[in-house]
Structure formats: C-alpha cells, structure tokens
T-cell receptor, first 111, second 116 residues
C-alpha cells in the first residue's frame, strides 16, 4: 500500500461546479499536508498548505485535513476551465519534512 | 512564492552521452534540494535529497553513479545523467526549500530528457 493514495481520475466537471479532490494516507506521523497543481509539462506549484487537522481557505480553494480518518480534501468552488490540471496531494512528517506525493488527479473543467 | 529556475527545459541526446540539468533558487537560499523523476500520468518519484556542501542521499533503487547530484552552493544544484540510455528518458523536476520548513517546496519547471 502506498503511503498516499489518490485516484488518478480523470475528473470532468462543467464550469462553475464545485470540485472535490481527495486523498488518503497511511502514515500516522504525517503532520504537514499540501496540495500542488501541475499543468502539463510544467513543475508543480503549491496551492495550499495545512498543518495537522482542520480547514484552510484561500479564495476559491479550501483544504481539509481529518487526521482521525487520515483523509485529505481539496475543494474548488466556481471551477474554471483554467483550473484544468493535475492536482497532487502530499504529506510530510515532522521528522524528515520530505513530502510523499500522491499520484495526482487529472481535473478537466469544460466550458 | 519563491522562484526556482531549471535549465534546460528540454534536451535530446544520443545514447551514451551525459546530460547536465541545473536547478537554481533565484531569490532564496536553498539548504535542501530534491530531485524527482516523473513518468507520464504518474506521481513524482523522489530520486535524491541534497544538502548544500554534503553528499546527496539517494532513494532506494536509484543508481548514484548514474545520476550524479552536486549541491555546491546554496543556490545551485545539478543533476548529471551519465551514459544516458533510452530508458532514462523522462521528466526530471527539482525542488528547493530554505532553512525553515513551512511545508513549502518550490519546484522548477522541469526538464524533459529524450535519449535517442
């Protein structure tokens, strides 16, 4: 079992929809949780970062972490075609601080 | 966010030659840099972690003699693929972080290597 599991999709939604992206993890030592967005043939860019459990909101993006169920979520409100990309979740422990990445979910927002 | 520059973005080489990829942190000092390899529709596979001034730590299964990593300064790390073969063709991405861990890794734009 991989330490961070993520459904690769693709997930196709109409413009304006609320998107829910999810990951599960198995390592109880993970304390730092991140979401990255990666456009085709580009390096990933950090979208959201959270520490421990809880919610964090930034514009149209909301990240949620539930450590009790080892579940990580990213919500995108009012999705736009420009949101079409691969979204990677990642988690790191306080010991190594080296993120472990999920395989990414491909999101397609069609007009 | 901080800027990490990676060069070249694309390189095509003949089998048996060596290729060097540079990763620079432009506006911060990167005490730690990471090198990843990414296959199509796959996640980032960590190859090695390098700290400035010390030898890189390679992940299991990554040949250190094949993938030479140098992190000679706080702003520059290089990955050299030696005696490249077609199976080394891939997307290589570097990332960097500064002294204080904030959960943020800053990624380069990636380098597409094609070995003929």
């Amino acid at each position: 079992q991989k330490e961070v599991e993520q459904d690769p999709g693709p997930l196709s939604v109409p413009e304006g929809a609320i998107v829910s992206l999810n990951c599960t993890y198995s390592n109880s030592a993970f304390q730092y949780f991140m979401w990255y967005r990666q456009y085709s043939r580009k390096g990933p860019e950090l979208l959201m970062y959270t520490y421990s459990s809880g919610n964090k909101e930034d514009g149209r993006f909301t990240a949620q972490v539930d450590k009790s169920s080892k579940y990580i979520s990213l919500f995108i409100r009012d999705s736009q075609p420009s949101d079409s990309a691969t979204y990677l979740c990642a988690a790191a422990s306080g010991g190594s601080y080296i993120p472990t990445f999920g395989r990414g979910t491909s999101l397609i927002v069609h007009p | 966010g901080a800027v990490v520059s990676q060069h070249p973005s694309r390189v095509i080489c003949k089998s048996g030659t060596s290729v060097k990829i540079e990763c620079r942190s432009l506006d911060f000092q990167a005490t730690t840099m990471f090198w990843y390899r990414q296959f199509p529709k796959q996640s980032l596979m960590l190859m090695a972690t390098s700290n400035e001034g010390s030898k890189a730590t390679y992940e299991q299964g990554v040949e250190k003699d094949k993938f030479l990593i140098n992190h000679a300064s706080l702003t520059l790390s290089t990955l050299t693929v030696t005696s490249a073969h077609p199976e080394d063709s891939s997307f290589y991405i570097c990332s960097a972080r500064g002294d204080r861990f904030t959960g943020e890794l800053f990624f380069g734009e990636g380098s597409r290597l094609t070995v003929l």
